[in-house]
């Protein structure tokens, strides 16, 4: 393989970014040097992205349904809906996860709303007949584990999208939109010492009771995440190829 990635960081703790770029650096399978770390928050989005072989977006405590949006949220979903708009023309090729997947639906028309939630831990996620046949999750389990934790979701495949994952209580896990952008509500990056690493920063952020931080990252331990992990192999051998 040759070429670069770049990772875009949509977090304003730092330290949950350095460690989600780690993730998504350890699943990808790639070194230091090949993944570029870009802080969306304090940086905009540049201009050369054709520099990149592909570009994945990291989650966020932003919610695309916030009421109240500093600019700097606004300026970052500007940005991230210019990327998305990228890849599905196909001038760059990218995978959004959790936050970002909100980011997306809306830009294809599609509605995002408060009434998929999925608590912090693990879920069980199916892929659909056409998941099964897509470049990247046609090599996954028909069925696997994934971690989430979020309080948003979209409200159906949005206009153009096709529907790959889903389950009963988020029926948009993934989706592909065109034939260069990936879109999953889970987190496919990180490995369930580094999500519990995640949750202690957001212990109060609203995603489970801060009080059973213990209870609950207890349960995220028995989760496996190696078919996630698979699909970001897969994303990064078929970008670097």
């Not at 990327?83 to 196909?90: M, N, V, W």
């Not at 995002?112 to 046609?138: A, I, N, S, W």
């Not at 948009?172 to 987190?187: E, I, S």
Request: with cysteine; net charge negative; aromatic share 8%.
């Amino acid at each position: 393989m040759s070429g670069r990635l770049l990772y875009v960081c949509a977090r304003p703790q730092r330290d949950a970014a350095v460690a989600e770029w780690a993730s998504f650096r350890d699943g990808l399978g790639v070194s230091d040097d090949d993944l570029v770390h870009h802080d969306l928050v304090r940086e905009p989005l540049p201009d050369d992205l054709e520099r990149f072989s592909g570009v994945v977006v990291g989650g966020s405590p932003f919610n695309v349904t916030d009421s109240d949006k500093t600019p700097t949220q606004l300026r970052l979903e500007g940005d991230l809906e210019r990327l998305a708009a990228a890849a599905i023309d196909g001038r760059t090729s990218a995978m959004f996860t959790c936050f970002g997947i909100g980011v997306v639906t809306r830009l294809l028309g599609g509605d995002v709303t408060l009434d998929h939630p999925e608590d912090t831990g693990p879920t069980d996620v199916e892929l659909t007949l056409e998941g099964r046949t897509d470049d990247l999750f046609g090599l996954l389990t028909p069925r696997f584990q994934a971690l989430t934790a979020h309080k948003e979701a979209s409200a159906s495949v949005p206009p153009g999208a096709t529907l790959l994952a889903s389950n009963d209580l988020c029926p948009v896990q993934a989706y592909r939109a065109g034939d260069a952008l990936w879109a999953t509500q889970f987190h496919p990056e990180p490995t369930t010492d580094a999500f519990v690493a995640r949750m202690a920063v957001y212990r109060e952020a609203g995603y489970f009771d801060a009080d059973a931080f213990d209870e609950v990252s207890a349960f995220v331990r028995t989760a496996s995440v190696e078919q996630p992990t698979l699909l970001l192999r897969s994303f990064a051998a078929r970008v670097l190829a």
